[in-house]
């Protein structure tokens, strides 16, 4: 073999290798708009959660989303949509504990292997609260009552079957008594309910209710957490005062980013990234202390490691409460 010929030849591996080492370490990056699909109606917390931000990846990172509301069924009907969309990082969604729940009671087809779990986005942990009228001054007084009265105290939710009914049950189990359920359609219309003393109180999101317990016409009792929330750091945990309301693992109310299965690691990662960093960035975390939620997205083998202990929380609660 001549000189020449020799050198064409190594000049042509020496071009392969490069050309193999960009494909290799090229990380993923959008090129074109992202949708976020809300399962829920426009001007929900979701949906308002998912436009604040817009703005901040669109500055922070140069990318466009849209928003698009595919309400119905729970959650199920947008969530469907996502699954059967492709799984290329230019379709995303906000997933929640409702279509976890609904998973758990085989209310729905699938199951959460047909997601991609990209990152949790906020927990919203329900509160027990009344009026600021009501007999009681505390939740000691509270659940004293409801182990007095078996059956009689009657508690509001938002819808039924979900994260917020579960808690109000497991309030009174920490007792060893008994509530009456009163659903809802919606948490405006349960907060009129005990605002109007037709029913004695309720479970909801403090993002649901910090306008009202900031103005002092409610009263929160007790939050379903291990910890107090910096919003209302004065309202103490059920666990703090003794009670336990979590006997088969947290159940907690969260809204996490998910993608359709079969998406490529380095694509998840930057989703990952992108979205973390419009979380972690100080005007949207100013944004959820002051509507009342926690954001702190974890994700990784952290975060489907939290996955799987709520969804198996959740289907405890789904074989001994509904």
């Known amino acids: 073999m001549n000189k020449r010929l020799q050198k064409v030849l190594l000049l042509l591996v020496l071009c392969t290798v490069i050309l193999s080492s960009t494909v290799v370490f090229a990380a993923w990056q959008p090129r074109r708009e992202i949708t976020i699909i809300i399962p829920w109606s426009p001007g929900?917390?979701?949906?308002?959660?998912?436009?604040?931000?817009?703005?901040?990846?669109?500055?922070?990172?140069?990318?466009?989303t849209v928003v698009v509301n595919k309400e119905g069924g729970n959650s199920a009907v947008g969530l469907t949509e996502l699954i059967t969309s492709r799984p290329d990082g230019y379709t995303v969604g906000l997933a929640s504990?409702?279509?976890?729940?609904?998973?758990?009671?085989?209310?729905?087809?699938?199951?959460?292997?047909?997601?991609?779990?990209?990152?949790?986005?906020?927990?919203?942990?329900?509160?027990?609260?009344?009026?600021?009228?009501?007999?009681?001054?505390?939740?000691?007084?509270?659940?004293?009552?409801?182990?007095?009265?078996?059956?009689?105290?009657?508690?509001?939710?938002?819808?039924?079957?979900?994260?917020?009914?579960?808690?109000a049950v497991l309030a009174a189990q920490s007792v060893g008594s008994t509530i009456r359920q009163v659903p809802f359609n919606g948490a405006s219309r349960a907060i009129a309910g005990v605002l109007g003393r037709h029913i004695d109180?309720?479970?909801?999101k403090p993002s649901e209710t910090i306008s009202q317990i900031q103005s002092g016409e409610l009263r929160a009792l007790g939050i379903f957490?291990?910890?107090?929330?910096?919003?209302?750091?004065?309202?103490?945990?059920?666990?703090?005062?003794?009670?336990?309301?979590?006997?088969?693992?947290?159940?907690?109310?969260?809204?996490?980013?998910?993608?359709?299965?079969?998406?490529?690691?380095?694509?998840?990662?930057?989703?990952?990234?992108?979205?973390r960093g419009a979380l972690q960035n100080e005007e949207f975390q100013n944004f959820a202390k002051e509507s009342g939620f926690v954001c702190n997205p974890i994700y990784g083998d952290e975060f489907d490691e939290y996955i799987g202990n709520l969804s198996s929380a959740l289907a405890e609660v789904a074989a001994n409460i509904y």
């Open 201 to 204: 109180a309720v479970v909801l």
């Open 97 to 167: 504990s409702t279509i976890l729940s609904l998973m758990a009671q085989n209310q729905i087809s699938w199951k959460s292997d047909r997601f991609t779990n990209i990152c949790l986005v906020s927990e919203d942990p329900m509160l027990l609260g009344v009026s600021k009228d009501a007999k009681w001054n505390d939740l000691h007084e509270f659940l004293a009552d409801v182990k007095a009265n078996p059956g009689t105290i009657t508690i509001g939710t938002a819808g039924s079957r979900n994260v917020n009914h579960a808690d």
């Open 225 to 275: 957490r291990n910890e107090r929330l910096e919003s209302l750091p004065q309202v103490p945990t059920f666990e703090e005062l003794g009670y336990d309301v979590f006997p088969y693992g947290p159940v907690d109310q969260i809204s996490y980013l998910v993608a359709p299965a079969g998406l490529n690691k380095d694509v998840k990662d930057k989703l990952a990234e992108i979205f």
């Open 44 to 64: 929900g917390a979701t949906d308002i959660m998912a436009r604040k931000l817009q703005p901040i990846i669109r500055r922070e990172f140069g990318i466009n």
